[in-house]
């Protein structure tokens, strides 16, 4: 891969956007849960954005309670600390990244985002099915492993305009497009992305192995599996759209290394499949 051109813009982006404290107080407790449990809502009430982001979908028809919550605490106690953490690491994300005025690329950052979302969940039932203990991180495996594309659209604007528009036309895989047009794809500039952005080791794997499953280091397999079968498991059910509507192939390495096969991924994707109109309003909400 001639990673060239990759080099000589990125060295030109002068500020990149940060992630909210609430991202990395999550990341903590994913090793340490019950000392930090307490750290990330006293983190969620200090950011107002967040938190003003959690009760508007508190509030809203979605979860239908008859009182008014107005505070985190009483969220936290009536949709469930797990819920809380994941509206806080989707709003840390979505909010992190300006809304583009005038979308140049044509890439529909929307649907994008509720791929992500899709793939977010996914990866939290794909967890539950292999024995993936760490919930919160598969979550986040699955809603970032294509930030790469953000930074494309962003920075790479000229390119990504023709990379949609080959893609419109020769209705490809957008990855295909990426590598014929500049040379690499949407995993390099996750990867860089989430090491600027400090991510743990095992994070940063799942975003740049998740289409190269077969390149994994084997201690971060897992967590690779999580992000590549997450991704074809969201396009599978047809929820958003990662910037284009192919469904990839599952690597066989999946079902070398986990007890999965056909039958339980396609369980997998109805599973998702009902969560699809809650997905969709979500993203509703928080834009
Ligand atoms: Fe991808
Ligand atoms: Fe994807």
């Not at 910037?243 to 990839?248: A, E, F, H, M, S």
Request: with cysteine; net charge negative.
């Amino acid at each position: 891969m001639d990673t060239s051109k990759f080099k000589s813009v990125i060295s030109k982006i002068k500020t990149l956007p940060t992630l909210p404290q609430v991202f990395y107080k999550i990341i903590d407790t994913i090793e340490m849960p019950d000392s930090s449990a307490k750290d990330v809502k006293n983190t969620i009430k200090r950011d107002q954005s967040v938190s003003a982001q959690i009760l508007k979908v508190a509030n809203s028809a979605l979860y239908g309670h008859s009182r008014e919550i107005t505070d985190i605490t009483m969220a936290t106690v009536l949709l469930g600390f797990d819920m809380i953490k994941s509206i806080a690491l989707s709003v840390s994300v979505f909010s992190s990244f300006p809304k583009t005025e005038n979308n140049s690329t044509r890439f529909d950052r929307e649907l994008f985002w509720i791929h992500s979302m899709a793939s977010a969940e996914a990866a939290v039932i794909i967890a539950d099915k292999i024995g993936y203990q760490k919930k919160d991180q598969a979550f986040i495996i699955g809603l970032i492993h294509d930030i790469g594309k953000v930074i494309l659209d962003y920075y790479f604007s000229p390119d990504y305009k023709i990379i949609v528009t080959k893609v419109r036309q020769e209705n490809c895989l957008i990855r295909n497009a990426e590598i014929e047009t500049l040379n690499f794809d949407h995993s390099l500039t996750g990867g860089w992305l989430g090491e600027q952005w400090k991510f743990p080791e095992s994070i940063l794997s799942s975003i740049k192995f998740h289409h190269r499953v077969n390149e994994a280091p084997k201690e971060f397999i897992e967590e690779v599996i999580i992000s590549h079968i997450a991704d074809i498991i969201a396009r599978s059910a047809e929820i958003g759209s990662g910037g284009d509507y192919n469904i990839p192939k599952i690597s066989d390495i999946v079902f070398k290394k986990t007890d999965l096969n056909q039958e339980v991924i396609e369980l997998i994707v109805q599973q998702l499949i009902t969560k699809k109109t809650e997905i969709e309003e979500f993203f509703e909400l928080l834009n």
